[in-house]
C-alpha cells in the first residue's frame, strides 16, 4: 500500500505553470507516470505563448496520443510530409473553441502551441519515452532553437 492518489487542483496547476514561466523553454511537464519506462504515460503539459514545439510525429504503431485542454487555449496544427498545413484547430476547456481534445494517430507531423499564458493540457500515450528519431522530426521545420524557429512559431500563431 502507502500509495496516495493525486489530487489535480488548482494549487498544482499554478505551481505547474509558474515552472513553465520560468523555464528557458518555457513549458513544463508533470509527470503521473513512475518512470520514462512506464507503459502508459500520462502528463500535465505547461506551456507559454513563446514555447516552440518544433513539428513532429511518433512513428510506432502504438504511439497515438491524446492531448486535452485544461487551462488557457491551444493550437494545434497539422502538416503532411513536406510541411503543408493540412489543418489546424483551436482548442479549450470548457467547449469554447472547436474542441477540448485531439486524439492524434501515430504517423501524423503535428505541433501544439499556446495561444494565451498559462495553457495547460493534459496529454496521454504509450510507453516507454523514446526520444524522437530523424525520421520523426519534421526536416522542414526549424529545430527548437535555431534561427528561424520565432518566425517560424509567429506564422504558426497566425493561422489562428
Known amino acids: 500500500m502507502g500509495k496516495t492518489a493525486t489530487i489535480v487542483d488548482t494549487a498544482l496547476l499554478d505551481s505547474i505553470s509558474a515552472q513553465a514561466a520560468a523555464s528557458p523553454r518555457r513549458r513544463r511537464n508533470h509527470n503521473f507516470h513512475s518512470s520514462n519506462e512506464a507503459p502508459c504515460h500520462r502528463l500535465l ?3 507559454e505563448p513563446d514555447s516552440y514545439v518544433p513539428p513532429h510525429r511518433h512513428a510506432a504503431a502504438d504511439k497515438d496520443e491524446t492531448i486535452l ?6 493550437g494545434m496544427v ?3 510530409e ?5 489543418s489546424q484547430v483551436l482548442i479549450e ?3 469554447a473553441a472547436v474542441a477540448v481534445a485531439v486524439d492524434i494517430p501515430h504517423g501524423v507531423f503535428h505541433t501544439v502551441l499556446a495561444l494565451t499564458g498559462g495553457s495547460l493540457f493534459f496529454e496521454a500515450k504509450a510507453g516507454p519515452y523514446l526520444a524522437l528519431t530523424p525520421e520523426e522530426r519534421a526536416p522542414w521545420a526549424p529545430e527548437e532553437g535555431a534561427a528561424g524557429a520565432a518566425a517560424y512559431l509567429e506564422k504558426l500563431r497566425g493561422l489562428f
Do not use: E, Q, S, T
Open 45 to 47: 503539459n505547461a506551456i
Open 78 to 80: 497539422f502538416f503532411d
Open 93 to 95: 476547456p470548457g467547449g
Open 82 to 86: 513536406y510541411g503543408k498545413v493540412m
Open 69 to 74: 485542454a485544461v487551462r488557457g487555449k491551444l
